[in-house]
T-cell receptor
Framework: SAVISQKPSRDICQRGTSLTIQCQVD?????MFWYRQQPGQSLTLIAT?????????ESGFVIDKFPISRPNLTFSTLTVSNMSPEDSSIYLC???????????FGPGTRLTVL | QKEVEQDPGPLSVPEGAIVSLNCTYS??????FMWYRQYSRKGPELLMY????GNKEDGRFTAQVDKSSKYISLFIRDSQPSDSATYLC???????????FGQGTRLTINP
C-alpha cells in the first residue's frame, strides 16, 4: 500500500480560528476521504475529496465549515473553519486505489480547540 | 439505532487466550466488511477484509461473516501483548462508498 502522511500531527488552536490539515500520498490514488474521530467515538465520514471538482459532503457536514481541496491525485487539504471546542477531535484522511476494495488511513491530526 | 453496533469493552484477557470480537449491523445492503486495528495515537490499520459470508484466515486472525444474521466476528488466536489496541469493524454497501464504522472495542492482552 502507498505511504500516507498528514500535517500537522497535532495542534492546539483558539476558538474562532481556522486550521488547514494536509494529506499526502506517495503515489496517485483514485479516491481520498476525510473522517472525524471524536473522543471515545468511532470514525465518521466528513466528505469525499474529488480531484478537480467540489468535495461530496455527508449529512451534517457543510463546505463552509469544512472546505476541502484536492488539486491532484496525491494531495488533499481539509480546513476546519471558525473552530469551537466541539471541533476538538482527531481528523483522518484515507485513500482508495483502483486495485483495492478498501481504504487505507493516515496517522491522523489531533486537534484541540480552547 | 446505529447502523453498526460494537461493544466498546474494555476487554482484558491473558496472553495466549483466544479473543472474539463482534459487530452486528442493520443495513442489509452492506457487502464489504473490514477489521481495523488502531493503536493509541495512531491511524487505523487494515487487518482483514472480506466480501462474502464465511471465514477468512490470515495468520493468527480469522474474520467471519454471517450475512443472514448480520453479524461479523474477528478471532485472534494465541493473543500477544502487542495485540493490545482498539479494534474497529467497518463495512460498506459498495466498493467506492463510505465506510461505516463500529464504535471500536478496546482490547488489552495481559502478559
Amino acid at each position: 500500500s502507498a505511504v500516507i502522511s498528514q500535517k500537522p500531527s497535532r495542534d492546539i488552536c483558539q476558538r474562532g480560528t481556522s486550521l488547514t490539515i494536509q494529506c499526502q500520498v506517495d503515489s496517485q490514488v483514485t479516491m481520498m476521504f476525510w473522517y472525524r474521530q471524536q473522543p471515545g467515538q468511532s470514525l465518521t465520514l466528513i466528505a469525499t475529496a474529488n480531484q478537480g471538482s467540489e468535495a461530496t459532503y455527508e449529512s451534517g457536514f457543510v463546505i463552509d465549515k469544512f472546505p476541502i481541496s484536492r488539486p491532484n491525485l496525491t494531495f488533499s487539504t481539509l480546513t476546519v473553519s471558525n473552530m469551537s471546542p466541539e471541533d476538538s477531535s482527531i481528523y483522518l484522511c484515507s485513500y482508495k486505489t483502483v486495485r483495492t476494495d478498501t481504504q487505507y488511513f493516515g496517522p491522523g491530526t489531533r486537534l484541540t480547540v480552547l | 439505532q446505529k447502523e453498526v453496533e460494537q461493544d466498546p469493552g474494555p476487554l482484558s484477557v491473558p496472553e495466549g487466550a483466544i479473543v472474539s470480537l463482534n459487530c452486528t449491523y442493520s443495513n442489509s445492503a452492506f457487502q464489504y466488511f473490514m477489521w481495523y486495528r488502531q493503536y493509541s495515537r495512531k491511524g487505523p490499520e487494515l487487518l482483514m477484509y472480506t466480501y462474502s459470508s464465511g471465514n477468512k484466515e490470515d495468520g493468527r486472525f480469522t474474520a467471519q461473516v454471517d450475512k443472514s444474521s448480520k453479524y461479523i466476528s474477528l478471532f485472534i488466536r494465541d493473543s500477544q501483548p502487542s495485540d493490545s489496541a482498539t479494534y474497529l469493524c467497518a463495512m460498506s454497501a459498495l466498493v467506492a462508498q463510505k465506510l461505516v464504522f463500529g464504535q471500536g472495542t478496546r482490547l488489552t492482552i495481559n502478559p
